[in-house]
């Protein structure tokens, strides 16, 4: 291995990358006015009918062929707060990341094959965290396309990474197969999200729908805070 005290640093960033990530996005959950994609009326931020994307909009959801944005009404509210924290989550820990994946392949550097390897899958995850970052930089409501584009594909890069990394942690020495199991079950759990939004039914098509996408976006996100804890205490325990 070489440069420790990089790779220490970076497993610290891992951290204090999640606990930008989760902090700040249950703050904007709190400061959420309230409606979803379906339904402009609701109020508050609800877990199985709200995208986590939601909250990144700079304003509620409304109807587009309305013309009047009532001073009572939740849809059209002013979203700063709630903008601000989440958008705030996704770019300052899309850019930690991102130094996390340069550091990493030094991790694996005794073994040549394996970080040439890591190189690969550090690459993609660069890319992914780039794309992470930029879904902040997007709001849903002003930049649409550019949203979906950034918050759709980085799933589907970020299935090769992990599925690149799990095989490298498979053959290092220095890290427990346990840790390339739990990586291999996260890029299980990518494709998988990944086929749901391919070929799952549209948000837009019945409450069910909505709840169902809803959910499995959760799901996919929690995975991806477990596996990167996970991976990055196993790093750390390896350094003791």
């Known amino acids: 291995m070489y440069n420790t005290k990089l790779l220490n640093i970076s497993i610290h960033l891992v951290y204090y990358s999640l606990v930008i990530f989760v902090g700040f996005i249950i703050i904007s959950a709190i400061y959420y006015p309230g409606t979803t994609i379906l339904d402009h009326d609701t109020v508050g931020y609800s877990v199985i009918n709200n995208f986590l994307s939601d909250l990144g909009r700079t304003i509620t959801h409304y109807c587009s062929t309305s013309t009047v944005i009532c ?47 890591s190189i690969v899958g550090s690459a993609l995850g660069v890319i992914t965290c780039a794309f992470f970052a930029m879904v902040g930089l997007t709001p849903a409501n002003l930049y649409f396309d550019l949203h979906v584009f950034f918050a759709n594909n980085m799933f589907k890069i970020a299935f090769l990474n992990a599925l690149i990394y799990s095989y490298v942690i498979f053959k290092s020495r220095f890290l427990s197969t346990f ?45 991806f805070v477990f596996a990167s804890y996970i991976l990055a205490k196993g790093m750390k325990r390896s350094f003791s």
Do not use: H
């Open 71 to 117: 001073d009572n009404c939740i849809g059209g509210k002013n979203n700063f707060i709630s903008a601000f924290f989440f958008n705030n989550a996704m770019f300052l820990s899309g850019i930690l990341f991102i130094i996390f994946y340069i550091a990493l392949p030094g991790y694996f550097y005794e073994n040549k094959s394996l970080y040439r390897l």
């Open 179 to 223: 840790y390339g199991i739990g990586y291999y079950t996260f890029s299980v759990m990518l494709i998988l999200y990944v086929a749901i939004l391919e070929f799952g039914p549209s948000p837009n098509s019945s409450g069910f729908a909505l709840t169902f996408q809803v959910i499995s976006q959760k799901v996919i996100a929690l995975d």
